[in-house]
């Protein structure tokens, strides 16, 4: 069984930076093409990036392009979500995803396994 855990979280003023990463264990990450997906209260998840299995190919939601870089380190086992230029808007509980047999996908339900979430709270 696959399983997904993030870190890095927490509370950040307007304009700082945050990492984000998701450990993978179970299944070597190689496997599985990732998504960061986010969803704030009372709204829908979003995909926030996505990347390949091999990690040449990304996306990125055309809102947050140019904030936000989406990496991995598959000899880690680990993805990362690089946030820059942090907004208010931004705040939401940020999740990791892994979709099997994928190179890559932005359709939420694609992706096979999630992790728990980390909250990422932005003050103005």
């Known amino acids: 069984q696959v399983q997904l855990v993030e870190s890095g979280g927490g509370l950040m003023q307007a304009g700082g930076s945050l990492r984000l990463s998701c450990a993978v264990s179970g299944r070597t990450a190689s496997y599985y093409s990732m998504g960061w997906f986010r969803q704030a209260p009372g709204k829908e998840r979003e995909l926030v990036a996505a990347?390949?299995?091999?990690?040449?190919?990304?996306y990125y939601a055309v809102s947050l392009k140019g904030r936000f870089t989406i990496s991995r380190d598959n000899a880690k086992n680990t993805v990362y979500l690089q946030m820059n230029s942090l907004k208010p808007e931004d705040t939401a509980v940020y999740y990791c995803a892994a979709a099997a047999n994928m190179t890559i996908t932005t359709t939420l339900s694609l992706y096979d396994y999630w992790g728990q979430g980390t909250q990422v709270t932005v003050s103005s």
């Open positions: 990347i390949s299995r091999n990690g040449i190919n990304t």
